[in-house]
């Protein structure tokens, strides 16, 4: 066994190393205790799985394996895995004792060709570092009797070629953009931070939210819910590539209960002078293209014969203009009057384009 440091670790930041010549390490390891760190250089590969957990450490380090491998780790704690053989070798990370609050953190260094199986953990989070980041296999998060959570943190970029499954994917803290190529492998919750995130459900019916940033989502079927922040600002313009009319839009998770109510429908071209308030969400039939523009939406507002009547003081309204055009894209927009009654076209913002729809929405695609 490579061990740096004496048997009993005592003060400071102790190591032990290990390499594929230590095969046989496992909790019957009782001579090391009181280890900080452990470094596994070489992984020893199938058929010999290393048990760690035993040593007491909390942080955990491992060059890339160029064959699969099995490593069970404590209940809590860092785990980083290095460059090394560029591989596309299974990773699996157990945890010792599956509890209730069992938590993982993930640092990859590098490019992964690998398959992750995360496997007896509630809480797993994976941060990138110094660089983007391609994890090129699925990720795998399961607990059999807990909801999975996999948080998303740092810097740099983050994409995930092969399948993802978990019930909750949270990157709303991940400064960088977090891509999901192949998306969801079952239901889930998928929420984006402030970067440019592609987000992919699953099959089934999912929630995506892009959170900040001009967003990327793809529900994949299943009647999936897209969810949106409070103002044009923290939401930034969303490309909604696959809406149907099995799907719901949600304003509430940004503006609060009772934001979801369709107060009416009418035509951009009526003269209807329809009274706005504000928290009200409208839908507006474009049936030409002719309102697709800030100036043309705050044209809308006004009265004398146009759809709508004078807006309001402060006031927050959605509107979705819904372009029934065989090759038209419906777009939602908010509308954040100032202390002004007039609404202009700087009050006027696009959220979110509903690519290629110019279906019919009605209050049933509206979250109640």
Same mark, same amino acid.
């Given at each position: 066994m490579a061990l740096r440091i004496p048997s009993g670790g005592g003060y400071g930041t102790d190591v032990l190393a290990l390499d594929d010549s230590d095969a046989d390490v496992t909790i019957t390891q009782t001579n090391v205790s009181n280890i900080e760190t452990i470094y596994v250089d070489t992984a020893p590969g199938t058929g010999n799985p290393i048990d760690v957990s035993y040593f007491g450490a909390s942080n955990f380090r491992m060059k890339n394996a160029s064959e699969a491998t099995t490593i069970t780790v404590a209940n809590e704690g860092t785990f980083e895995?290095?460059?090394?053989? $560029?591989?596309?070798?299974?990773? #699996?990370?157990?945890? +010792?004792?599956?509890?209730?609050?069992?938590?993982?953190?993930?640092?990859?260094?590098?490019?992964?060709?690998? =398959?992750?199986?995360?496997?007896?953990? @509630? *809480? /797993?989070?994976?941060?990138? @570092?110094a660089e983007a980041i391609t994890i090129g296999g699925t990720? !795998?998060? #399961?607990?059999s009797a807990s909801v999975e959570k996999l948080t998303i943190l740092g810097e740099e970029d983050l994409t995930i070629t092969?399948? /993802?499954?978990?019930?909750?994917?949270?990157?709303?803290g %991940?400064?960088?953009?977090? /891509?999901?190529?192949?998306?969801?492998?079952?239901? $889930?919750?998928?929420?984006?931070?402030?970067?440019? *995130?592609?987000?992919?459900?699953?099959? *089934?019916?999912?929630?995506?939210?892009?959170?900040?940033g001009d967003d990327t989502l793809r529900g994949d079927g299943g009647?999936?819910?897209?969810?949106?922040?409070? !103002?044009? +600002?923290?939401?930034?313009?969303?490309?909604i590539e696959d809406f149907t009319t099995a799907d719901t839009l949600d304003f509430e998770p940004g503006y609060g209960p009772?934001? =979801?109510?369709?107060?009416? #429908?009418?035509?951009?071209d009526s003269t209807g002078d329809q009274t706005p308030t504000s928290g009200d969400?409208?839908?507006?039939?474009?049936?030409?293209?002719?309102? *697709?523009?800030?100036?043309e939406v705050a044209d809308l507002f006004g009265g004398g014969g146009r759809p709508f009547a004078v807006g309001v003081a402060d006031m927050e309204l959605v509107l979705i203009i819904q372009d029934t055009q065989t090759d038209g894209s419906s777009i939602i927009w908010y509308i954040e009057n100032d202390a002004s009654a007039t609404v202009t076209a700087e009050e006027c913002a696009t959220v979110a384009?509903?690519?290629? %729809?110019?279906?019919?929405?009605?209050? @049933? =695609?509206i979250k109640n």
């Open positions: 895995i290095e460059n090394g053989a $560029a591989s596309t070798a299974d990773i #699996t990370i157990l945890c +010792a004792t599956a509890g209730t609050s069992d938590t993982l953190s993930l640092i990859v260094g590098d490019d992964l060709g690998n =398959n992750l199986a995360l496997t007896g953990w @509630e *809480d /797993v989070t994976i941060s990138t @570092e990720v !795998t998060q #399961t607990h092969g399948a /993802v499954r978990v019930d909750w994917v949270d990157a709303s %991940f400064a960088g953009a977090l /891509v999901l190529t192949s998306g969801m492998v079952m239901q $889930a919750w998928v929420k984006g931070g402030p970067g440019e *995130d592609k987000l992919r459900g699953s099959a *089934d019916a999912d929630i995506l939210q892009g959170g900040g009647g999936d819910k897209f969810q949106f922040e409070a !103002t044009a +600002a923290e939401n930034g313009h969303d490309a009772g934001m =979801n109510t369709l107060k009416g #429908t009418s035509a951009d969400i409208w839908i507006l039939v474009d049936a030409d293209g002719s309102t *697709d523009t800030a100036g384009t509903l690519a290629g %729809f110019h279906g019919t929405i009605t209050d @049933e =695609n």
